[in-house]
């Protein structure tokens, strides 16, 4: 059981991805939230962008409002994050989790995925 990340890169400043979470060994009708985190080497991993897959309510982090979107496809069960305008402190290892509650804490989330390499150069 655990999540799969894919769409991570290089890119220049200004530039854009898009980030895919898929579920391996259920599904994402079995949590009511999924989370894009990110983390580097000299920070905590940091909540990003959040969408419950019941509601479709969704929220960000203030650094992110304007410039990312999440968004849930239920019939490819996938969940994307895509990132605008990106800027080098964007860089950093993205990983998308599963949980019940929405929530900032990563400490709440029970399935995690291996991350994906995100670098924005300037």
């Known amino acids: 059981v655990q999540l799969v990340e894919s769409g991570g890169g290089l890119v220049q400043a200004g530039g854009s991805l898009t980030l895919s979470c898929v579920p391996s060994?259920?599904?994402?009708?079995?949590?009511?939230?999924i989370c894009w985190f990110r983390q580097t080497p000299r920070t905590d991993r940091e909540g990003v962008a959040c969408?419950?897959?019941?509601?479709?309510?969704?929220d960000y982090v203030d650094s992110v409002k304007g410039r990312f979107t999440i968004s849930h496809d239920n019939a490819k069960h996938t969940v994307y994050l895509q990132m605008n305008n990106l800027k080098p402190e964007d860089t950093a290892t993205y990983f998308c989790a599963a949980g019940l509650v929405l929530t900032w804490s990563a400490a709440a989330f029970d399935i995690w995925g291996q991350g994906t390499q995100v670098t924005v150069s300037s």
């Open positions: 969408i419950g897959t019941d509601d479709g309510y969704v």
């Open positions: 060994g259920f599904t994402f009708d079995d949590y009511f939230v």
